[in-house]
């Protein structure tokens, strides 16, 4: 089978120019003829063409415009645009140019360096176009590569909560359900997408550091002595110290941190306020709040969450941030959000 040959479409409004043009191209490339700038929009977007040459002589003006458009429409905005005119005059080419065009010429008659010139602009367009394929192979190849990470990323935090939940069955699924409605909020308040990502798995994380508080407080059926609260405060720092040592995008580990500080400095277990604190943290430390209060504990049943969206609300703007509150608030109230036990 012949080699197909590359598609030119010459536009020109001087009939023995197109004549001339043709003769020179005709025996290497599929040629289209045609006379106005009116019709070389419409082929040139039906047929898309390897190289367009404008021979425009009478209408200028009409030409660069074409070439304008050409350039602006994704279709053909990678389609060498050649002038030709032999009563161009400077700033005639500079419009060539600034219109999109690769290449400008004095003379038709330049049979051999017009092939010349065409041969390199299919080349270099034939460069970009293997450039383009290559960046989209390796896009996609990023793209699963990413994709495959942060599935086993996933599920090694998966056995991680569940190694942390082994020790407290009581609070089975709380890492999770933390994890989910913060993200929710995060969505409604249109955070970005980092911030969001960094949420998702900080709220899946925010427990880690009771792996090292002891199972008897952890499943003390009663009130905490004083001194087993002041073990258990301890749980952030131990979880952030744990996550300080794995390479991560998002800043979970200060995330960890903060998720039971308070805006006001009476929170653990550095008692810093508002300003000193991350968006991120203010909204697990809603949904953490949230979590715990509607579900059962062995020193208590669970509160509901009628209760739980009260006190949030109580203590908006003191304890908990208040777009964090509102945005909580109108999930549970307007947007019926539940949890998933």
């Known amino acids: 089978m012949p080699e197909k040959k590359p598609h030119i479409i010459i536009c020109s409004d001087l009939p023995g120019k197109s004549d001339q043009l043709s003769l020179a191209l005709a025996e290497d490339y599929h040629l289209t003829n045609i006379n106005t700038t009116d019709t070389l929009l419409d082929i040139s977007y039906q047929q898309l063409p390897d190289v367009i040459i404008i021979n425009i002589n009478l209408n200028k003006v009409g030409g660069f415009k074409a070439c304008e458009q050409l350039k602006s429409n994704e279709a053909t905005v990678d389609i060498p645009v050649i002038f030709i005119s032999e009563?161009?005059?400077?700033?005639?080419?500079?419009?060539?140019?600034?219109?999109?065009?690769?290449?400008?010429?004095?003379?038709?008659?330049?049979?051999?360096?017009?092939?010349?010139?065409?041969?390199?602009?299919?080349?270099?367009?034939?460069?970009?176009?293997?450039?383009?394929?290559?960046?989209?192979l390796l896009t996609s190849t990023m793209s699963k590569e990413n994709e495959r990470l942060q599935q086993l990323m996933e599920a090694t935090i998966r056995a991680i909560v569940q190694t942390v939940e082994s020790r407290d069955p009581y609070t089975a699924g709380h890492q999770q359900r933390v994890s989910d409605l913060s993200y929710e909020i995060a969505k409604v308040m249109a955070l970005d997408a980092s911030q969001k990502m960094a949420i998702k798995y900080a709220g899946i994380l925010h427990d880690i550091g009771k792996l090292r508080v002891p199972d008897a407080i952890l499943n003390r059926p009663g009130k905490l002595l004083s001194i087993e609260f002041d073990v258990l405060k301890i749980h952030p720092q131990i979880g952030s110290d744990i996550l300080d040592t794995v390479p991560s995008p998002w800043p979970l580990s200060r995330i960890i941190l903060e998720h039971h500080e308070r805006l006001d400095g009476s929170g653990y277990p550095n008692g810093i306020t508002s300003d000193n604190m991350l968006i991120e943290s203010k909204v697990i430390a809603v949904a953490d709040v949230m979590e715990a209060m509607s579900s059962h504990r062995p020193y208590r049943p669970s509160q509901g969450i009628d209760l739980a969206l009260e006190e949030i609300n109580n203590q908006k703007g003191l304890l908990y941030d208040e777009q964090t509150v509102d945005t909580c608030t109108h999930l549970f109230v307007k947007g019926n959000y539940k949890f998933g036990w």
């Open 87 to 136: 009563i161009f005059d400077e700033t005639d080419t500079i419009k060539a140019f600034n219109a999109g065009a690769v290449d400008y010429m004095k003379y038709a008659f330049h049979q051999k360096e017009l092939r010349a010139r065409i041969r390199n602009h299919l080349m270099l367009k034939q460069s970009r176009e293997n450039l383009k394929k290559k960046n989209q």
